[in-house]
């Protein structure tokens, strides 16, 4: 089973405002892309040789934010009440 | 804006511990949760030890949302094809004794809000704090949006990614090297499949952890929890080494999936959710400030985190740290001074309890853990001993203890093995 679709069958409240901010380009110039491994929702891919982030599966768990040393990552939490909803956890 | 005498960041087990703890006591508390319920963003393997919750909550269990009682836990070295068990179970436990409970949090964090609750703080869920009010150095209360909320206090049991921590000036950002990534599916099986497949009765649980081929030989484990009608199943692995080594926790949990003695203890199973989460897992070389003028930190937001291999705690320190946290702030309130050194009775408070003692005890095991052997060579070496002494394959047989000694061999030499266990002796 593929990463987004056990993502599917999360409970998310999908915010309009995104809550990561990427600078892609300082991704174009990492060569060890931290953030490719560090997703566990591989919410950043590569595309056309870029890296690609989306923020609707993000699980919020931070695994970015602590990976990457290029500074290319803002990281603030999901509005209140946004984000993900686990109903299990 | 009514000024509370507390405000508590994160409606987890530190923070509703705390809560409840003052507002007990008659203290004006508000908690302020960033999930649209308590529990929303909260995940963990999970079962809950020791004995905090039921000195907070006495026999919660009675009430609260449990899945099953630990009544049997076992630990397996696994290679490739292979496993060798450590499997112990204990039919006639002490009832007078706290046993362990395998618990989902999005339930069970919903019962201990509503708890907080009934002791009289108040619970605002889904309000995101941006920053602190601060008056000179002194924290004075939180933001929220535009909105200010004014405090004497503020203790902040936000969580392993805690934002405001390092905003607070309590710590730097934790790093990779000190973090473990856990991910988790809980899938759905039904009650007498789990209870036949485990060998269990009634609501008796079983902990399952494994070592080895699940990680790919990196640092971390898998783990199986039986819920009532559910499994939880997952990895854990250092963060870093997932960095280092290109690979993907995300794999590595169907890698686990896919292991012959782990695919017939979930098969069926559907899933009903995926879930991840930062464990802090240094222990004392990686805890912040625990205080400063009008601010605690709880929690795994500080680090409270005992993994010594054998033994994995979190909400258990969670739960004894946020007590410490909510007295320290009755007796702030009593002298009427909410000053860093008046908050020194937080710290020397956790002292006295299990919390700084056992993860004193335990300093060494955080580095002891990141020796690659243990996830590779020895549990390669144990298994490969195992089939060649039960191996009858029409030769004469080796003495047991050659067996042994030849299994060992291009795995590591006798002086590693020493060391390693003399390190062992010292970390756990």
């Known amino acids: 089973m593929k990463v987004e679709d056990k993502l599917a069958l999360n409970k998310f409240e999908v915010d309009r405002d995104v809550h990561i901010r990427v600078d892609e380009k300082i991704c174009d110039l990492c060569e060890p892309k931290h953030c490719l491994y560090a997703c566990p929702a591989e919410c950043y891919v590569i595309r056309d040789g870029h890296v690609t982030f989306s923020y609707e599966g993000c699980l919020e768990c931070g695994s970015c934010r602590f990976s990457c040393d290029r500074g290319a990552i803002t990281w603030v939490n999901p509005r209140g009440g946004f984000g993900i909803c686990y109903q299990y956890g | ?428």
């Open chain 2, 1 to 428: 804006m009514e000024r509370f005498d507390a405000i508590v960041v994160g409606a987890g087990p530190a923070g509703c511990a705390a809560a409840y703890t003052m507002a007990k006591a008659g203290l004006n508390i508000l908690v302020l949760e960033r999930g649209k319920y308590a529990g929303a963003k909260n995940m963990w393997g999970g079962a809950l030890f020791g004995s905090a919750m039921n000195e907070v909550f006495p026999e919660f269990w009675k009430e609260a949302p449990v899945e099953r009682s630990v009544s049997r836990h076992a630990i397996s070295f696994l290679t490739k094809d292979a496993s060798l068990s450590i499997d112990y179970k204990n039919a006639h436990r002490d009832s007078s004794s706290c046993p362990g409970f395998i618990i989902l949090r999005a339930k069970f964090d919903q019962w201990m809000a509503g708890k907080v609750e009934k002791a009289g703080a108040i619970i605002a869920s889904g309000l995101e704090v941006d920053d602190f009010i601060r008056e000179g150095q002194a924290i004075r209360g939180v933001k929220v949006g535009g909105e200010e909320f004014p405090a004497n206090l503020v203790i902040l049991a936000d969580g392993a990614n805690s934002l405001l921590a390092s905003k607070a000036g309590l710590r730097g950002e934790f790093k990779a090297e000190d973090l473990k990534q856990g991910v988790k599916e809980v899938l759905r099986l039904p009650r007498e499949v789990i209870e036949n497949r485990f060998n269990l009765q009634g609501t008796e649980g079983a902990v399952m952890e494994f070592v080895g081929h699940c990680t790919l030989g990196l640092p971390g484990g898998g783990f199986i929890y039986t819920n009532l009608d559910s499994l939880s199943v997952g990895v854990v692995v250092q963060l870093s080494a997932l960095l280092e080594k290109r690979v993907k926790a995300s794999d590595l949990i169907e890698e686990f999936k896919a292991h012959p003695v782990v695919q017939n203890l979930i098969r069926g199973g559907e899933l009903l959710e995926y879930s991840a989460h930062l464990i802090p897992v240094s222990g004392v070389s990686m805890m912040p400030r625990l205080f400063a003028d009008g601010i605690m930190i709880t929690g795994d937001a500080a680090a409270m985190v005992l993994g010594t291999g054998l033994i994995l705690e979190g909400a258990n320190f969670a739960v004894a740290a946020g007590v410490a946290a909510g007295n320290a702030a009755i007796r702030a309130r009593e002298k009427n001074d909410y000053s860093s050194i008046a908050l020194q009775s937080y710290e020397q408070a956790l002292k006295d309890t299990f919390v700084i003692k056992d993860l004193n005890t335990f300093r060494e095991a955080p580095h002891f853990l990141e020796n690659e052997r243990i996830y590779n060579a020895y549990p390669q070496w144990a298994c490969d001993m195992m089939s060649r002494i039960f191996c009858s394959d029409g030769k004469p047989r080796k003495n047991t203890f050659q067996v042994v000694r030849e299994s060992m061999k291009g795995r590591f030499t006798v002086m590693q093995l020493l060391s390693d266990f003399m390190r062992a002796r010292r970390a756990m």
